[in-house]
């Protein structure tokens, strides 16, 4: 007996020691074995890149995950409540594992032989989502249960909630519960009600099968049980439990809504960020912060689509995109699905015309709305027979649309819609900040969706007449001025190498004899232009003009560089004109200001050149290069102010301001459209055309001008004017006007005139052309393209 009872302590002390053998392994399994869950304190969780605007607007979201990471303490307590009464009861009782959870799912599995219930405590799940595969097996459970104790070990329990409640997944691309509430309800996560807090509790145990969206009865149920446990384990009250259970199952899907529309803003930064840190932008939740500046970027969205729709309409209407037959109520349903497919372009939407009466028309749009556009909005559609004609203005109705006809519609600045169809030309604007280079404003064509070509940084278009100031600035430099007198006469040029001849022409074909340069370039004399460039000589004007900005690659080194015949970006005029607007300096666009991580520590700040002289800038700013001179940029800017004042751009001078200057351009055939202004504080671009080149048949002036005075008048709304300081170095004499000669101040004929010394003119004149020159049968001068130097050449113009 004895010797039974000692076999049996010594079994007692082997199964002990084997105890504390397995726990010993157990433990040091779990420390030794088991992943390294210190990482959690600092877990980078995937957060989808967002871009805002330099007043913290938001722009764009880019990033395959929605996730808006929170802090505990950020986390309202009814939505905790709402999440343990359903998902782990005994949470802050257990340490990381709930045997009783474990036994139930034991049971579960003995009676019916299947993994019905796992017993999986939230830091298990925790567990399972940093670490582990979602496979169910009992290894992985094992697993689990240790990686839970471990955790439970290292963190607090609120943080491991946190880490819970900003990973778990709830349908609908929604990481966390920030998310889910911006997605179901497009509020934030502390706007929501009881109910709601319900709602998304409920969806980790099936995210996909019990969202509101996917299936609303199921996600009801799902709540309604709940809001019970809840109740049940005494988070609510009866009455808040009563309340909350009738409350109507309200979600929705919401996309994530920008504050601001700037699609190639977003885009351009997005590129950009992408070569500066691979893909990783779109998991590591940067935040970049570009230059533009909202109210600019709402003005220049409003003026383009304003302005190119106008244009549109302006050229006639080309008719329905289809016409779906005569209406019937059977039919409404299925027409209305066939709207919905159809994508609205810039606010233009679709819709069928179901009825007409002598001074309106009913149109049922995608959502079901039956909706009247009067007279008003439809009498501007004369038919477009071809691009060059029109037919007569309507006078009603039944003359521009039928019954079942598929059409566009928008609704105006007055709250009433419009007749409108897709326009086929396209516009663009961009402005700069001519102090630095940042990018304001950037709307990059009509509609992001149609086309995501951005016209401001790839369009490579003729810039026209708009080019002209930077050749008037080379003659400056080389000592002409605004007083030289150059001839506005027929000219012939050959081509040397196929000795083909050019009659270049004045828009309206006439010629005005000697001419001023300041008049020349206010009126956009294009053989004064001509005859200036070839006295400067092509190369000297080719490399005169990368000064601003243009590769040499863009100039054709031919006299018809002085039309605009390069090739050049609107971005890149931007950059050109800035240098008159802030006197002289070569700025760099830049759309980047700042960038900061998920921790919202600056790991990028621009740091771009300003203009402003060496030793004067202000601390930690370093100078842009000045490539002319602060005299050449006042003057070119006092003729491009006259452009205004008397020249091309008069429309502007409603804007009723001194401190704007610019310069109308319209290419050959009218094929671009495009105006350039600016003040010292901003500089704009406004371009449009068609994609595939085509005649707009309207001047700068008529199609680019309005954009850009719309925009301008937004844009400088409520500033004083700042008008750019008459530099040392530049005086003011009296002139006669059809001479340049000096004149007295008492000629009642004489006017002033800027001169930069010491290119001031005598009573003999101001520099003038050489007279040698050669003409044809014609009566016509002859020049030969490309020459150099015209000062030494015999063909040199007068």
């Known amino acids: 007996m004895n010797r039974f009872f000692s076999l049996i302590r010594k079994l007692i002390m082997l199964a002990l020691l084997l105890s504390l053998a397995l726990v010993a392994g157990v433990l040091y399994y779990i420390e030794y074995q088991l992943p390294d869950i210190d990482a959690l304190n600092t877990v980078q969780l995937q957060v989808p890149l967002q871009i805002f605007t330099n007043d913290n607007k938001l722009i764009a979201t880019f990033g395959e995950k929605r996730r808006v990471p929170l802090p505990y303490n950020q986390i309202p307590p009814q939505l905790i409540h709402a999440v343990l009464a359903t998902e782990d009861q005994r949470y802050f009782q257990h340490a990381g594992v709930d045997l009783p959870g474990l036994g139930r799912a034991a049971v579960q599995l003995v009676l019916t032989g299947r993994k019905l219930q796992g017993g999986s405590t939230i830091t ?28 439970e070990h290292k963190l607090k329990k609120e943080k491991i909630l946190e880490l819970y409640l900003n990973k778990v997944f709830l349908g609908n691309r929604a990481y966390g519960v920030g998310a889910a509430a911006e997605v179901y309800y497009g509020k934030r996560l502390n706007e929501l009600s009881i109910d709601q807090y ?13 969202n509101p969206i996917a299936n609303p009865k199921a996600a009801l149920k799902r709540r309604n049980h709940v809001l019970t446990r809840m109740h049940d384990d005494g988070y609510i009250d009866t009455a808040t439990y009563k309340k909350a259970i009738e409350a109507p199952l309200d979600a929705s899907y919401h996309d994530l809504q920008s504050e601001v529309k700037a699609p190639y803003v977003a885009e351009l930064a997005r590129e950009q960020l992408e070569q500066m840190f691979g893909d990783s932008i779109y998991t590591d939740g940067f935040k970049v912060y570009t230059t533009i500046d909202s109210k600019l970027q709402n003005a220049a969205n409003t003026s383009v689509r304003d302005n190119v729709l106008a244009y549109d309409q302006r050229h006639g209407y080309r008719g329905p995109s289809a016409n779906l037959g005569i209406p019937s109520i059977d039919d409404m349903e299925k027409w209305q699905d066939a709207l919905r497919k159809m ?20 149109v049922l749009r995608a959502n079901g709305d039956m909706t009247i556009i009067p007279w008003e909005g439809i009498s501007w559609a004369r038919k477009q027979i071809n691009a060059d004609y029109l037919g007569a203005f309507p006078h009603q109705p039944g003359q521009v649309v039928k019954a079942g006809d598929v059409v566009r519609i928008y609704l105006t600045s007055h709250g ?14 961009v402005a700069v900040n001519p102090k630095n ?3 304001l404003a950037m709307v990059g064509g009509f509609d992001y969706q149609t086309s995501k070509f951005n016209r401001i940084t790839r369009a490579q278009r003729q810039p026209g007449s708009s080019f002209k100031p930077f050749i008037y600035s080379a003659a400056l430099e080389k000592g002409y001025t605004l007083a030289t007198v150059i001839n506005d006469a027929p000219i012939v040029i050959e081509n040397p190498t196929d000795n083909s001849l050019w009659r270049p022409q004045n828009h309206n074909h006439k010629f005005y004899g000697p001419t001023r340069l300041r008049v020349a370039l206010m009126q956009s004399r294009n053989l004064v232009s001509i005859r200036l460039m070839a006295l400067l000589g092509v190369p000297y004007t080719v490399n005169y003009l990368q000064k601003f900005g243009f590769d040499r690659a863009q100039l054709p080194p031919s006299l018809s560089l002085a039309l605009g015949t390069a090739n050049v970006t609107p971005l890149q005029m931007a950059q050109a004109y800035a240098v008159f607007a802030n006197g002289g300096f070569k700025v760099t666009p830049f759309i980047i200001d700042s960038i900061r991580n998920s921790q919202d520590q600056v790991i990028y700040q621009a740091k771009p050149l300003n203009a402003c002289v060496e030793g004067s800038c202000q601390d930690g700013i370093s100078s842009a290069p000045q490539v002319i001179s602060a005299q050449n940029a006042f003057l070119i800017t006092s003729a491009l102010h006259d452009v205004i004042e008397h020249g091309t751009a008069t429309l502007a001078k409603k804007l009723g301001r001194n401190d704007i200057a610019g310069k109308t351009g319209t290419t050959q055939n009218q094929v671009d459209a495009w105006f350039a202004g600016y003040n010292p504080d901003l500089v704009a671009i406004a371009w449009m055309g068609f994609d595939q080149p085509q005649s707009l048949h309207e001047y700068g002036a008529q199609a680019a001008l309005p954009m850009w005075i719309q925009f301008i008048q937004a844009a400088l709304k409520g500033k004083p004017e700042v008008v750019l300081q008459q530099p040392d170095g530049v005086v003011d004499i009296y002139i006669d006007p059809y001479t340049g000669k000096r004149a007295d101040k008492g000629d009642p004929t004489a006017i002033d005139e800027y001169f930069m010394l010491p290119h001031v003119p005598d009573r003999e004149g101001d520099i003038s052309a050489p007279t040698n020159i050669n003409l044809n049968a014609a009566g016509e001068e002859e020049v030969q393209d490309g020459q150099q130097d015209g000062q030494d050449d015999s063909t040199t113009v007068n």
């Open 124 to 151: 298990m799940q925790v567990a399972r989502s940093f670490y582990l595969t979602r496979r169910k097996t009992f290894g992985r459970k094992i697993r689990e249960i240790l990686l839970a104790i471990k955790i």
């Open 198 to 210: 319900a709602m998304l509790a409920g969806l980790p145990k099936a995210p996909s099968q019990l």
């Open 343 to 362: 994508p609205v372009s810039n606010g233009l939407e679709p819709g069928v015309v179901m009825e007409m009466t002598n001074k309106s028309i009913t």
């Open 416 to 429: 009433t819609y419009q007749l409108a169809q897709i326009p086929r030309a396209e516009g663009g604007l």
């Open 437 to 439: 280079g940042g990018i």
